[in-house]
C-alpha cells in the first residue's frame, strides 16, 4: 500500500529533530526524480508561503485602562481611525484606514501615504505611537479625551487577527482603456500596456491544498514573522470556484481568517502599503506547513507554474462594472516569465506578490520545523471545499 | 576620443532664458538629447541631459556651463533605490520605461541598473513601500 502517515507521527519526527522537510518549491524536482511514492515515502511536511498585500487584516488591541477610566468611542493612532464599538480600552486597526487629512483622490491620483498598514508595521518595529481618543462619560468611566504615546510593550494584548488573506490564486488584472488606471493591482498602463498579477503560484499555500484537506481550523502558521492560527476560513471563502483538472482553480476561490501574537512578528514582515490612486493595506507574510499525510498530499504540494492557470480581467471596464469577464487564461509560467503572448499582444508582467520573499519565507518554515521549534497544528475542524455548494453572492441592492 | 555622460542640471532662475544648450551646440560641437526638463514656480530649471562629443569639446563645454552657475550631477545618483525597503514586488518594473528597474529570474528579485535610469520618476509614487527616492541635492 502507499504512505501513510499520521499528524501524531509527523511530530513525533519534529520532536526528535528527524523530520525531513522542504520548500514546495523544492520538492518539484524531487517529485520528478523519484516520482510521487518515492518522494511521499521520504517527505514529510512541505513548506508553502505568500508575501503579498492583503487589504483584509488588522489587530485588536487592549490599551489598559486610565485614571480616571474612559471609554473610548473615537480612537486615533497616529491619526488614523480605529474601532471604537468594542470594550472601553479595546480597539481594532484596520489595514487600509488612511490618516485623517489626507486628500485622497481629490488631487488624483492620491498618494495614501500613510495608514492603518503602516501603523501595524510601526507598531510591530516597536515605535511610539500617538493614541488619541475622545468619549462622551459615564458615571463609570468619566474622561472625555485622552492624547498619549503608546508602544507595543505598554499594551495588554496587541494580536493580528486577518478576517481574509492567503487568497487561493488571484485576478490577473490588465486595463483596455485608453487612460491609464490606478488600481489595487497597482498601475495599469493603458491599452494592454501591462499585466499585473498577485499569487505566489507553486509556492502558494492553498494552491498546494487545493481542497483544503489538512489547512483548516488549528492549523499552526507562520505569520507575520512569528507564529500564528488558521482560524476560520476567510471571508469570501469560495471553494465551488472553476477548477482545472489537478483540481487547483483558476481564479479567487478559498481564502484564510489567521490570527497570531503581534508582539512576537516582525516589521520585516508585515510591511504599509501605498497604492497609487487606490489607498493604504498590508502586505503580510504568511507560510503553511502541509503534512505529507499520503501520496495524494505529495502530488498537490508538487504543483508547479505551469499547471496552475490565472484569470486576465479588465480592471479597465468589466471588473468595476462589477461585471468581470476572462478575457484570456495563462499559466504562472507565462505571468513570471516577464511576457504573455495573449490576444495577439505580447505584454510585459509585474507580480505584485514577491516571490522572493515567499521563498524565504518557506525556507524560515523549513527551518524552525527541522530545529523542533514548530509542530504541526492537526486541523479540529476542515475548511468547507468544493462540495458545500457555498455561492459567493453580491449585494442585492433594494 | 568621444565621450557620453547623462547629467541632471540646475539652472538658476538667473539662466533660464539664456540660450545655453544652443550654445553647447554652436560652440562645443556637443550633442544633446533631453530626457526631460522642467521650470517650477521659483522659475528655477532642472534638465536632464545626455551630452556627447570629442573629450576636449565635452571638457569645454562642461567648464562652460560650471562658469554660468548650472549645477549638475551625473544622472544614476538622482534616483536612488533603497534596497532595505525594496520588497521585490516587482510593481514598479512594468512601468519603468528604460528597463532600469527588471527583475532577475530564476531569482525573481527587483534589481535598479542606474545607468539605464532617465529619472522619469513613473517608479517613485507607484511604489508601494516607497523605496525609490528621488535625491535633489547636486
Redesign the interface.
Known sequence: MGVERTYEEINEKIRRGEAVVVTAEEIIDIVEEKGLEGAAKEVDVVTTAT???MCSSGAFLNFGHTKPKMKMHKIWLNDVAAYGGIAAVDTYIGATEVRDGDPLNQNF?G?F?YGGGHVIQDLVAGKDIKLKATAYGTDCYPRRELETWISINDLNDAFLFNPRNAYQNYNVGVNSTNKTIYTYM??L?PRY????YSSAGQLSPLLNDPYYKTIGIGTRIFLGGGTGYVVWNGTQHSPCEVRGENGVPKGGAGTLAVIGDLKNMSPEWL??????GYGC?L?VGIGVPIPILNEEMMKYVSVKDEEIIGSVIDYGTGYPKGEPEVIAEVSYAEL???RVNILGREI??????????A?KIATILKERIQAGNFELGKPVQLLPSADSGIEFKGVKIR | MEICKRFVLYFPSTLIEKPIIYQLIKEYNLIFNILKASINPHQEGLMVLELSGEKDDFEAGVEYLKGLGVKFQPLSQDIIWDESKC?????????CPTGALY?E?P???VHFDGARCVVCEACV??C???AMVVKFTA
Do not use: D, W
Request: hydrophobic share 30%; charged share 20%.
Open positions: 508575501f503579498g498585500t491620483p498618494e501615504r497597482g498601475v498602463k500596456g501591462n499585466i499585473h510591511v504599509g502599503m501605498s497604492y497609487l493595506s502586505a513570471k516569465s516577464g510585459p508582467t509585474s507580480p505584485l506578490s514577491s516571490y522572493p520573499k521563498r | 520588497i521585490h514586488c516587482g510593481a514598479c518594473t512594468t512601468l527583475i529570474r531569482s525573481m528579485e509614487k507607484a508601494p513601500v516607497r
